[in-house]
């Protein structure tokens, strides 16, 4: 289908788990795509790289009852970048002032294509009922996702939901350039356990670093990489700033390393040159990290909750501990530090299973039949 355009809205001017997947599939793509995101970040410099038009356009700056001018020029322009571009099709990568765009493109009367990457909770209000009843198609990253969909939504509605497993971008590692990265972080001889994500309180990534002390103490120079950064707002701020607080109150300054945002392509070196990654969220649709460091043979050891349990236990590339529970995390972890022919076995299991359920080409052609269907 090359001679369809795709507009994809997207409201993050980073580049975590939903945008990666994203690129991937702009990567594989057999249509033209224009996307519409946050102007200056590292999502921009990605797209620029893939020769991808970008329309810029700031999200959920304001409430409506903040500011309901803001919501009248937000919906303005995006109304002129439909008029602009005259896509074929809209996808919503990642919520961001959904009932705007929606109501745009049905009034242009432009299909809608929906990613569901958040753990679904059942709309409240008739707008955002409304709003996702008028996707043409919602794409779930995970079989939790889409039942906690079809338990929702109307029978009428069903056969529009569907199941990709998000897509697996990077490359192998060699080993010189885990020793660049060794050196440049002053790892030494130490075993480093990997934590990336957003700083978001969701990601409970203090869990992690109490789980580091627990581990500290039976193991030694043991030490945690936290890869990621704050969205730039004060809540984000805060949180960054507490979680270095609880690293100087449990004497872990030293042995907690705050690296701050990856780009897509120096993630695979991090990810490879640690022991083992965890993942404490509270709540995952998916869990990118997970395939992240399994496509890498690296084992994992994720909280006990949605995609991580689903995949976790579909893989077999990890161990799952009760969400917030440091003293479960510490004692997996440790399982994993001490017991290398058993973290090779779980690793390479989880390597395989990406290998055969998160292909790009395969999530491409699964996302071109959804888009075909939906025109």
């Not at 955002?128 to 794409?139: F, T």
């Not at 690293?247 to 701050?260: K, P, Q």
């Not at 017991?339 to 292909?359: E, L, M, Y």
Request: proline share 4%; hydrophobic share 45%.
């Amino acid at each position: 289908m090359p001679s369809t355009r795709v507009l994809f809205v997207s409201p993050a001017a980073a580049v975590y788990g939903s945008e990666r997947s994203m690129l991937a599939l702009l990567r594989e793509r057999q249509f033209e795509a224009v996307l519409v995101c946050p102007g200056g970040g590292a999502l921009e410099r990605e797209l620029l790289r893939l020769n991808t038009l970008v329309h810029h356009l700031e999200f959920g700056k304001f409430s409506l009852r903040q500011n309901p001018l803001w919501h009248l020029g937000f919906y303005r322009r995006f109304r002129q970048i439909l008029k602009v571009s005259q896509p074929d099709a809209v996808v919503i990568n990642l919520d961001g002032n959904t009932p705007l765009v929606t109501l745009a493109c049905a009034l242009a009367r432009i299909p809608i294509i929906r990613f569901c990457r958040l753990e679904f909770e059942a709309s409240t209000r008739w707008l955002d009922r409304w709003c996702l009843l008028r996707a043409r198609a919602v794409i779930c990253p995970s079989e939790l996702v889409k039942q906690q969909v079809l338990a929702w939504a109307p029978a009428s509605f069903h056969e529009r939901v569907h199941r990709f497993y998000e897509a697996y971008t990077g490359r192998e590692v060699s080993a010189a350039e885990i020793a660049a990265f060794r050196q440049q972080w002053n790892l030494g001889e130490a075993r480093l356990i990997g934590c990336v994500g957003r700083m978001h309180r969701g990601k409970r990534i203090e869990v992690a670093i109490r789980a580091l002390a627990g581990v500290r103490k039976q193991l030694g120079d043991v030490r945690l990489l936290v890869i990621g950064g704050h969205d730039g707002s004060a809540a984000g701020a805060a949180y960054e700033t507490e979680l270095r607080q609880i690293a100087t109150d449990m004497s872990l300054s030293e042995a907690v390393i705050f690296a701050g945002y990856f780009s897509a392509d120096q993630m695979p070196a991090a990810i490879a040159s640690c022991s083992v990654c965890v993942l404490p969220s509270e709540s995952e649709s998916f869990g990118m990290v997970l395939t992240e460091a399994w496509a890498q043979g690296v084992p994992t050891v994720a909280s006990d909750v949605g995609g991580c349990a689903e995949i976790t236990h579909a893989s077999g590339g990890g161990f799952l501990a009760p969400v917030g529970d440091a003293g479960a995390f510490a004692g997996q972890l440790q399982e994993l530090l001490t017991n290398s022919p058993i973290a090779s076995a779980i690793g390479q299991r989880g390597k395989a299973w990406v290998g055969q359920h998160c292909s790009p080409a395969q999530y491409a052609v699964q996302f071109q039949s959804v888009l075909g269907s939906s025109l």
